[in-house]
């Protein structure tokens, strides 16, 4: 049996039906893109004619010369209707694909109560659907809806249903778990079952994550036989999500031996999923499978150890073959091993035996008990390692902030920062208003450096977090503040801790702006040099 | 063959591996309350004596009388060493337990590459740590580390293992598929397999989810005849996480017939999770199966009227045995029915009908789109629906506050709040330092209210939560706060939202002190009341 797997994406469908993801012409056009230049097979790209957007994304996707074959979805003709007539097929036609899913009842329960017509008249709208579509030399896809619930309810019913779609010349015949409800052995034993009825037949399975078994089905009906997979990148999709094709493509090639993407390809696979998700505006959950940022970080003292000897004792992949990589976390449960690697990874010449490197993971274990974390902070640290191994220098120092925020009633409330601080023997005091108070001491930080260190300029921060660490003390409770810094090129991320909100963010905020500034020469530093050189620079 | 499954929760433990969680000891008590009231059967801690939360947290778990039985972790001894001088050893007898997780290796190219000691001995280090703690009467769970990788790599040597410690007398022979590269098909068999040289074995399974398969390869164990089953709730831990006992509970118990912690309990499942990610201060995806709030949240339109017709068509379980609920994101009719029921839960006469409860409902749903939360902040959501019936007197309003906070290098940080309400056409203006601002505007609020309301003194702030709402705007983003507020009968809960982090917070400070004084009578009637009765009172 042909073991190459014929890979269906519906992320620009079905992924939209996902809370939280809303997509336009411009993103599904740049999705496509990306999605073509991983070598999916399929991209379904919506449904003509629905919304704007749709339409404007069928016509510009004819002009990328993609590899992918692009598919429209609609459903089989109304009940009583003729299929030459159906606004929904027509309007297939007129998006100008070469493929089409054509979604049909086959669970009796839901042609009933849902359709509200006969077994008969379902049977009769798929065939005409298809053979319509067909006639006009479309490829076709058939995405039998409820198809599991529906053979467990009335098994002839729903092979009756998948014969006739063959019948009428479908390409592919796709079982739907719609309701996300089935189990890995279910799905195994009706796909096995077909092989009676339907001996041969181009069988394709779409599965939904509601038992959180999504990809394990997947898998299940690809060793029972199937050969065409649904799913969407991130798992993105109604209610709990379709099948995640991140996870699904990976453990098909690479634990399975089956033909997908091709290794190449694969290799791609975490910028992809990434992208897409910047895209979708959507973050990922950082211990997303294969693809995360925590996929392969490594917390664990004892793990960090082993990991350092041979890479195969704690991942069950190299990280490259899906694009990712190994990241050691440091934690309060980690030995001195994490954070020797990472002074490893910084270049810095660190020799775990010696007095100063005791000394500074004393350090490090004293901050993470005051509630100092490190493992969301690798900016913070690497000041830390760096400070300790006295290559550090400070290009500023702190004098002094105030940071007042002022209410009345009926007025909005106002927030405004005065900091001061030292840059090459010269003390500026500045003042800025902001949007909350820790946009204020940005803003007014920021201002007081920028005149001196213009590259400031290009970074911004783009996420902050705060975490009451002991509520015991209610309102006088420990804080940490965790800010993400972003350039044009790399994201830093900083950590402060205080019992006052106010005082943790200010750290994070300096750490931030510390290290956007390592390698930087200080204003010092160019006035000596214009000296040297007999310039002037004032 | 039983179809009782005995849950196993490594939450405290396992899960404090994951990438950005890190549990305080106050936190792990709270939790393992919650985690004994859902049912499971045991409840690992931590590890003894490695850092001072861990040790904390074992000694203040044993005064909580939990039904559930509490394990602390540890590795089999060292090494050429004994186990009766093993420190690990010891610390898991001190920590007061009655049972003890140990992990030991079964993988051949560990001991070799991990522990770096010969197969014979890594067995002597599992039949003695074993046998000792079973000579001191605690009940053993033995986590055979990389079991499948072994078995795959050498399974007579990872079948020894579980032999031995069989001989030892553990009570359960956990097989852990340590890296999460196994498929379910692979537990399936290896799991079968071993009915032939060790039958009836106590068996277990902990998986991990690399491979997006940890739920289906507990399910495939269990299927094998598995009897113990461990995971962490939320799936939270190293790396792509643990099981995740939140599907694997429901699916063991309402798709496969197995009892794990009753119906009952099952219906806490949703609040449990919710209320454990809390906790752990991270965001539920959500998109999570069975308990997220998106997991039967519909909204396509014609899933939508299908799902009004009959529910089963696209929800494969009633949400409310897991305690979830149906949403449609698209409808009104979803949140007023919750709004009708609490109002009738606290006596007002509410008619859902009538103009004014339409307008309430609508300014409710209106506050919710802007970040407020009602679900964690029953005072707040209290307050605004008896100021809608017209039956709430404010016995203070609000005029003005300033809020300080100043640092200069070297010094400690000052945070002082100023204050000015009204009480009784009195206008108070006060004063006070606090340990970080909100602490400062409390203790102000407080001082200003106290002299005429002293039943405020017997009110204290309990616990101080702060989400980050949008994180894409960083500091300038949204943040919600939440305030537990108890005195010795009662605890409230109440929420504040701003783009400001201080005017978030004296909104959710402002509202627990209303909650307070609701049914209190003012200053004022308490001198009209003297009056009419011709006392002097002043």
Redesign the interface.
């Known amino acids: 049996m042909s073991k190459s797997i014929s890979i269906f994406d519906t992320t620009l469908r079905d992924g939209t ?4 993801i809303s997509l336009s012409a411009d993103d599904k056009v740049k999705i496509a893109k990306k999605l073509d230049a991983l070598g999916v097979h399929y991209i379904e790209g919506g449904i003509p004619g629905s919304n704007s957007k749709d339409i404007e994304f069928f016509k510009r996707v004819q002009d990328l010369g993609l590899t992918s074959k692009v598919t429209a979805f609609g459903s089989t003709r109304r009940k009583g209707s003729i299929a030459d007539q159906d606004a929904n097929l027509l309007r297939i036609l007129e998006s100008g694909v070469s493929a089409a899913t054509l979604v049909g009842k086959s669970w009796d ?2 042609v009933h ?2 359709l509200q017509t006969t077994l008969e008249e379902n049977l009769a709208m798929i065939y005409d659907s298809i053979a319509f579509l067909k006639r006009k030399g479309l490829e076709v896809i058939f995405d039998a809806e409820h198809f599991f619930d529906g053979f467990k309810n009335n098994p002839e019913y729903a092979v009756a249903v998948l014969s006739k779609a063959r019948e009428a010349g479908a390409d592919w015949l796709v079982m739907c778990d ?4 089935s ?3 279910e799905i195994s034993d009706i796909v096995t079952s077909l092989t009676g009825p339907l001996p041969g037949a181009p069988l394709g399975i779409h599965t939904h ?5 999504a ?2 089905n997947t ?2 009906a690809v ?1 029972a036989g199937v050969r065409h997979v649904q799913g969407t990148m991130n ?1 993105y ?5 379709n099948a ?1 094709l991140c ?1 699904i493509i ?2 098909l090639q690479l ?2 031996g089956y033909e997908c993407i091709g290794d190449d390809n694969l290799r791609t696979l975490t910028n992809t999923a990434r992208y897409i998700s910047e895209i979708a ?1 959507v ?1 990922m ?6 693809v ?9 003292g ?2 960090v ?2 990991i350092l ?2 890479s ?6 190299e990280p490259e073959k899906v694009g990712n990589k190994q990241r050691v ?1 440091v ?3 980690a030995g001195q091993s994490n954070i020797v690697s990472k002074a490893q990874d910084m270049g810095l010449d660190f020799d775990p035996a010696s007095e100063q490197s005791k000394h500074i993971i004393g350090k490090i274990k004293d901050l993470e ?1 005051e509630g100092y ?1 490190f ?2 902070a690798d900016a913070s640290l690497e000041l830390l390692l760096r400070e300790a191994n006295g290559e550090l220098k400070e290009l500023f ?13 009926g007025q909005p ?1 106002v ?1 405004e920062a005065f900091v001061k601080v030292n840059v090459a023997g010269e003390s500026i005091y500045t003042a800025a208003e ?6 204020a001491l ?1 803003n007014a930080l920021r201002k007081a450096l920028v005149q001196y260190f213009p590259t400031l300029k290009e970074m ?13 003390d ?4 420990k ?1 940490r503040v965790l ?2 810094s972003k350039n044009f090129e790399n994201a830093w991320n900083t950590v402060g801790v ?6 943790a ?2 750290e994070a905020l300096v750490d931030s702006m510390r290290y956007a500034l390592l390698g930087q020469i200080s204003p010092e530093q160019v006035h000596e040099s214009a000296a040297r050189q007999g310039l002037v620079n004032h």
């Open positions: 039906q996902g809370e939280g329960f839901h109560t849902a719609t309701n996300g409800g189990l890995p052995h994550n509601d038992c959180e078994l990809v394990a898998l299940s060793q798992g999709g109604e209610r709990c999500g995640n996870s990976p453990n634990k399975l505006n973050n959950p950082v211990n997303q499978p294969y995360g940022n925590a996929a392969f970080a490594h917390k664990g004892i793990h150890s082993a000897r041979d195969r004792t704690y991942e069950h992949i976390l934690s309060e449960l008990h974390q493992e969301g120092t702190f004098e002094s902030f105030k940071m007042l925020v002022e209410k009345s009633a409330v927030s902001g949007n909350g108070p820790v946009n940005d911004h921060l783009a996420d902050y977090k705060v975490r009451v660490l002991d509520d015991k209610a309102t006088a409770a804080v800010i993400e205080s019992s006052n909100v106010i005082e963010s200010w």
